[in-house]
């Protein structure tokens, strides 16, 4: 059914409508988990869900699975996002074909990123610049089948702050005419902005259902992100409100519930019935706003938890997002249990109910980016030339690293803002490793019981002590990778590291999948006794000097460690509470990081023409280079892991 037609029959009720917006996880688990909690969540009644779609394509298969399942398994109205910028015109057709096999009748139709011009090196159809251009194709193609929505921008599109609103909205009324159905816009938290904007749209002429899109904030961090990264105003209210609790991330997720009943109550005052709310893949906060507002009914507040399952997430670099008073036993939701349904909402929605970062459980629909968006520079072409110009040796590379972590420049290809203020404990250290050609690009120092409300390291409640283990990841050279590998597993037994070519080809001494780990248990049990291991050997950069074996029997290691999988860097201690582990390094999550990682050095590529001195050394640095994430166990040690990593 189309989303309008949907629309029309809750306005001929008088009632209000909401809807989900979901992302597809990095992993399978985490795919498999979103699955469920989508099935959860249908009790909430949406009017429709969407399903977002990844940079040129990125996303496809796992976009289309989810929102064939849950248009076809769970019977709800999906929307699926399509891009159509850097993408050729038969990966567009597929998505179309794709969607309409599985009965999907809606499509969300967006630009994405800034079309690449004659700059760019990689051949991608002309026929997709604009948003426009998808309406106008998929009218072509399908006729009248097809709802298809398009996006709306309250305070301007992040890429076009130099174009009026008048303009903008001529541009959003062009592909109305073009054939566009109905509007989702983009998050905001300023409502009277909002209003004004709308207004100004009905004034236009647009009469189509304009949808209003709200994102709770799940943590400090990521609001920071998200509103720098898309230039959203921060009304002084919020801001002020959010300043005193910043640390306190319980008290932050509170707000943000609290925040966005508010502004739904407001727009539903001025007349908004329709509310489009970004979940992040997450669930309590939304059945949360959802109650508090009156469109849901309050869960039993005499439901039994049974094993309540609790977790701590953090987005990247930002160890400190906490559960609150909840903690995970972390092996309660891996083996099959039933329970009544009300007993499964209570332990089943809040287990990750903060957005992970890519450190934190793999198994969470919510790992991974805040959107779901896949690999991308955060920063338009022309923005990303002037910070990063054109390097044409590894020592120009070795100076934007260093750039960065002296400040010098606001971000890199990997990054999403300025280091966080604990990397001044490690400045140093971090300039000395990228001035010698280790570029780091994640990195966090030692702390031993340090105050919660320490700061530079202090996350969660008042009263509480933090730790963390040293980490720190980087880029190494081909000629630097054997070395590199041989001095992690022989100068101390406190490492634990992984090590990863874009080719997929993997060394370490740490656990990762449980299960796959321990079917290697004696063949590399051989393999460290002297006996050839039946996988063999790296590349040529290890082949002879480093067998993959990782020697985990060794003092530090041992079989509990290779079987254990998960390694916690950062927990905390706080009164009345289970221990918070909100930083959890694994196997599947390094891997599914690895990908990304890789793929941010082919889009830095794609700034520069083809042949060009700066494509050439980046395609190269991109195949090459070996990507180490390495952890030092003994927290208390300050200094470890920078003098194993510098010997």
């Not at 953090?314 to 891996?334: F, K, M, Q, V």
């Not at 570029?439 to 700061?455: F, I, M, Y």
Request: glycine share 8%; with cysteine; hydrophobic share 35%.
């Amino acid at each position: 059914m189309k989303i309008v037609d949907k629309i029309a029959q809750k306005s001929a009720e008088g009632k209000p409508f909401y809807s989900f917006e979901y992302f597809p996880p990095k992993t399978t688990q985490g795919l498999s988990n979103l699955f469920d909690r989508i099935g959860r969540m249908q009790s909430l009644s949406p009017t429709f869900i969407t399903c977002t779609w990844g940079a040129g394509g990125s996303t496809f298969d796992k976009t289309t699975e989810l929102s064939a399942v849950a248009q076809t398994v769970h019977g709800l109205e999906t929307c699926m996002h399509l891009t159509c910028t850097n993408m050729d015109r038969g990966k567009v057709d597929d998505a179309l074909a794709e969607a309409k096999k599985s009965g999907i009748q809606n499509i969300l139709a967006l630009r994405g990123d800034p079309p690449r011009g004659q700059e760019y090196w990689t051949q991608v159809d002309d026929t997709f610049v604009h948003a426009i251009d998808l309406v106008r194709y998929i009218r072509q193609q399908y006729g009248d089948y097809f709802c298809i929505g398009v996006a709306g921008y309250p305070e301007g599109h992040m890429d076009s702050t130099d174009i009026s609103s008048e303009l903008e909205i001529g541009y959003l009324k062009e592909k109305i005419e073009a054939g566009a159905d109905f509007v989702l816009t983009q998050l905001f938290y300023d409502v009277d902005g909002f209003l004004a904007w709308e207004k100004q749209c009905r004034a236009l002429g647009i009469t189509c259902p304009i949808i209003p899109g709200i994102m709770p904030i799940q943590s400090y961090n990521g609001f920071r992100r998200i509103t720098n990264l898309a230039k959203i105003r921060v009304p002084a209210d919020v801001a002020a409100a959010l300043e005193p609790i910043q640390s306190d991330d319980q008290k932050v997720k509170d707000y943000g519930v609290q925040l966005a009943a508010k502004m739904i109550q407001q727009l539903l005052g001025a007349g908004i019935t329709g509310f489009h709310i970004c979940t992040l893949n997450l669930e309590k906060s939304v059945r949360l706003i959802l109650e508090r507002v009156g469109f849901a009914q309050p869960a039993a507040s005499t439901r039994k938890l049974v094993n309540a399952p609790t977790h701590v997430n953090t987005d990247e670099g930002a160890p400190g997002t906490t559960s609150g008073s909840d903690a995970i036993n972390r092996d309660s939701y891996l083996n099959p249990l039933i329970w009544n349904p009300t007993e499964a909402q209570g332990r089943s929605e809040s287990w990750d109910d903060f957005p992970n970062g890519r450190w934190g459980d793999a198994r969470s629909p919510a790992f991974g980016d805040l959107d779901g968006y896949g690999a991308s520079l955060k920063v338009e072409p022309r923005k990303a030339l002037e910070m990063w110009k054109r390097p044409t040796s590894a020592e120009d590379i070795s100076n934007l690293f260093v750039e960065f972590i002296q400040g010098k420049i606001p971000l890199l290809p990997w990054s999403e803002g300025s280091p966080l203020p604990e990397t001044e404990a490690i400045q140093s250290r971090l300039v000395n490793c990228n001035e010698r050609g280790l570029w780091t690009v994640g990195s966090q120092p030692a702390v031993s019981g340090k105050p919660s409300t320490d700061p530079l390291v202090g996350w969660g409640p008042k009263g509480g002590y933090v730790y963390q283990k040293a980490f720190v990841e980087l880029f190494v050279g081909p000629n630097e990778v054997a070395a590199m590998v041989q001095k992690l597993r022989t100068s101390s037994p406190w490492i634990t590291f992984f090590a990863a070519s874009r080719d997929g080809e993997v060394v370490t001494n740490a656990a990762g999948d449980v299960l796959e780990e321990q079917k290697k248990i004696a063949e590399l049990k051989k393999a460290c006794n002297g006996t050839p291991s039946s996988s063999g050997s790296t590349k040529t950069t290890l082949s002879q000097e480093t067998p993959v074996c990782a020697a985990p029997f060794t003092k530090g290691g041992g079989e509990d460690a290779l079987v254990e999988g998960s390694n916690a860097v950062t927990w905390g201690v706080f009164p009345g509470k289970e221990i918070i582990q909100p930083t959890v390094i694994e196997k599947v999550s390094f891997l599914a990081w690895r990908d990304e990682a890789f793929e941010i050095w082919r889009e830095w590529e794609h700034l520069y023409p083809r042949g060009s001195a700066s494509q050439k050394l980046l395609h190269q640095i991109g195949h090459d280079y070996w990507l180490f994430n390495v952890v030092h166990n003994d927290f208390r040690d300050e200094n470890g892991i920078w003098d194993i990593v510098l010997a």
